[in-house]
């Protein structure tokens, strides 16, 4: 695997008889190929946090892996760059790129995994080989692991690492009227949820506070509207007063609250869920059933199956929120399309 120059290498010293650009060792005199594995690491994230704890779990990263595997880390130094270095590493042959840090920054990995409307290719185009997507999740949220039922400790993370057991898992497909696409393996949302994590993400510094935060500051001059929905390339259908839309790759959003609970990543379809004509008092009294799941059950909230969904507003006032991942992608109309199986997921 030829070197990025942002993948530093950290490992133990490689045998005298071979070179540190070997990715072999003789053990037992059989050769033993050891796996190249990626750590993209937002140091930034959790206001500092990440990067913290991240070096405090180097020395026993390494000592739990670096007798298998050529360990690198990559720091990420801005937005996207997750994206970039993902790119490259999926291009030059890596086993594994694993995210480190909170959602935002798995979000930035998985898009890595995609470029120009397909699936990043390693090089070697005679090769079956494929890069693995890996978590250890450090950052504000760690909402996707929780869908997966994983402890929120990077050791129990790292032990999934050295086993190398893999599952297939969708992704989301976001298209816009123009632009390239985007893409999301946890939850993407419309309108006051993805507006309260547009707020949200301003509150950082406040940890998982930060969602309530957003949303009293989203319900402000909120306004339901009316959309339509094409569900499965049916009908259009117009849906009234939605106050927001739910589409779930996975279970949790927002710091834990179970808003698509009957989500499923290998389920090879999303779950929709959309809330309709709600107010402030109806969140404050029924908050608790959105971050139990037990919400479905609740006056004008509805949840169906689907495999693609094309959304637009009614009226021209562009200003409907769009948020995957929370990450903050623009406005209606969207369409959302499913990638079954798209991406192996060492679990």
Known sequence: MARNPSLIRAQPPMPSDLTSSDCSVLRGGASFRRRELIFVVNPRGANGTTGQQWKKLLPYLRSRLGNDCNI???????????????????????????????????????????????????????????????IIPLGTGSDFARTLGWKNDPHDAIERIAK????????????????????????????LSAKAGYYASRYK??????????????????????????????????????????????KYFGGGMKITPNANPSSGDYEMVILQDFKLYDFILKLHKLYNGTHLSVKNVSSRRARSIEIEEIGSSGSIFVQSDGEFLGFLPRKFSILPAVIELLC
């Open 72 to 134: 690198c880390e990559s720091l990420t130094s801005g937005p996207s760059h997750a994206i970039d270095i993902t790119r490259e590493a999926i291009r030059e042959g890596a086993d594994a790129v694993i995210a480190v840090g909170g959602d935002g920054t798995l979000h930035e990995v998985v898009n890595g995994f995609f470029c120009d409307g397909k699936p990043v290719c390693n090089h070697d185009m005679n090769s079956s080989h494929s890069t693995a997507l890996g």
């Open 164 to 191: 190398g057991l893999k599952s297939k898992v969708d992704v989301g497909c976001i298209a816009g009227e123009i632009g390239e696409s985007h893409y999301f393996i946890n939850v993407a949302d419309i309108h």
């Open 205 to 250: 510094k406040f940890g998982n506070l930060c969602y309530v935060i957003g949303a009293l500051q989203a319900f402000f001059r909120h306004h339901n509207q009316d959309l339509r929905i094409k569900v499965d390339e049916g009908e259009w259908e117009v849906c009234s007063q939605v106050t927001a839309l739910c589409i779930g790759n996975a």
